[in-house]
């Protein structure tokens, strides 16, 4: 079917740490991959994006990496901040077209001072 | 310019009442999707509209469930003979195309639906 497993649902760091969530997704057509941030009480907002034509973006303290082989993509976010505590989506393309959006269950993070 | 908006903000039924929400998507965007967010929850899709293209509605969860885009703008989903686990943040999100650069989803506010 068409799923996309996320992983960890809680994360705890040292602010200064970094942070690592990972995702898995089920169709081998996805070729579109972004993450989105919600803060408390807020819409989800997109803060990277990678398409299946390259294997790592960078932007700034965020990157994202794409295995489509083994159908795992991640996000890492370096220096971690307090304002980075929210919850993180991962999603990726499905569908006959694979345009249609799916996301994960999301992660928790949290940055300890 | 203006972004996604979703009216009503909050909705109060009782169970068995129909209720009939609504998307405003941004103006040019070709794409429109529903998503439902139980509380502390991830974002399950419901249904996809793009274009003049059939919608794929393979997330609805019941027959109760229903959703229609007019003239390719506005979208209202409708929830019949509401029951108490429909009770959630049903989120709108519109996006310029399904391809190229145009893939990126921007959210309305949300409507937070209370089934008593």
């Known amino acids: 079917g068409e799923n996309v497993e996320q992983h960890p649902s809680t994360l705890s760091v040292q602010e200064g740490d970094s942070a690592v969530i990972k995702c898995t997704y089920s169709?081998?057509?996805?070729?579109?991959f972004p993450w989105y941030k919600q803060e408390l009480g807020k819409r989800p907002q997109l803060i990277i994006d990678?398409?299946?034509?390259?294997g790592e973006k960078k932007d700034q303290r965020i990157a994202v990496t794409l295995n489509k082989t083994a159908k795992h993509f991640s996000l890492h976010i370096t220096e971690t901040q307090p304002e980075d505590s929210a919850v993180y989506f991962c999603?990726?393309?499905?569908?006959?077209?694979?345009?249609?959006?799916?996301f994960g269950s999301g992660t928790r993070l949290s940055i300890r001072p | 310019g203006a972004g996604v908006s979703q009216s009503p903000s909050n909705k109060v039924t009782e169970k068995g009442k129909d209720v009939e929400l609504r998307c405003d998507p941004i103006?040019?965007?070709?794409?429109l999707y529903w998503y439902r967010q139980s509380l502390g929850q991830g974002l399950e899709f419901l249904i996809y509209?793009?274009?003049?293209?059939?919608?794929?509605k393979s997330g609805l969860p019941s027959d109760r469930f229903s959703a229609e885009r007019t003239g390719g703008s506005v979208s209202t989903l409708t929830i019949q003979r509401t029951q108490q686990e429909d009770s959630a943040v049903y989120l709108c999100?519109?996006?310029?195309?399904?391809?190229?650069?145009?893939?990126?989803?921007?959210f309305g506010p949300g409507t937070r639906l209370t089934v008593t």
């Open positions: 999603a990726a393309s499905m569908g006959s077209s694979a345009s249609k959006i799916i």
């Open positions: 169709d081998s057509a996805s070729n579109y």
């Open positions: 990678i398409r299946s034509n390259v």
């Open positions: 999100a519109s996006s310029l195309e399904t391809s190229g650069r145009g893939y990126e989803q921007y």
């Open positions: 103006s040019g965007h070709t794409a």
């Open positions: 509209f793009q274009g003049n293209s059939a919608p794929d």
